[in-house]
Nanobody, 121 residues
Framework: QLQLVESGGGLVQPGGSLRLSCVGS????????MSWFRQAPGEEREEVSC????????NYAHSVEGRFTIFRDSAKNTVYLQMNNLKPEDTAVYYC??????????????WGRGTQVSVSS
């Protein structure tokens, strides 16, 4: 069974950091472009960051650029999202997504179930 499992969410104060993990089960994440999405209550799901397969090109939403970093650990079949200088507006459920193509475009092929990130003092 092909699955993406996220972890690492939690409650953190503004200015703090968290590292989210997305582990692939049943398939090799290196062959997929990987993305992190987030969805806040009452808001649409938005793409936060992407890392392509192959060359590993990355891109970020303007709201997180310079604060978040997406990267892979192939040996652990895991994709991470390092989140620094967190703000209350980063509060959301964060989802991992996999695309069976060279870029994070079009239909997502696999979704994780999400992990809650809450930023509050």
């Amino acid at each position: 069974q092909l699955q993406l499992v996220e972890s690492g969410g939690g409650l953190v104060q503004p200015g703090g950091s968290l590292r989210l993990s997305c582990v692939g089960s049943g398939f090799m994440l290196d062959y997929y472009s990987m993305s992190w999405f987030r969805q806040a209550p009452g808001e649409e799901r938005e793409e936060v960051s992407c890392i392509s397969t192959g060359a590993g090109y990355t891109n970020y939403a303007h709201s997180v650029e310079g604060r978040f970093t997406i990267f892979r650990d192939s040996a652990k079949n895991t994709v991470y999202l390092q989140m620094n200088n967190l703000k209350p507006e980063d509060t959301a459920v964060y989802y991992c997504a996999a695309y069976a193509r060279a870029s994070c475009e079009g239909r997502v092929d696999y979704w994780g179930r999400g992990t809650q990130v809450s930023v509050s003092s």
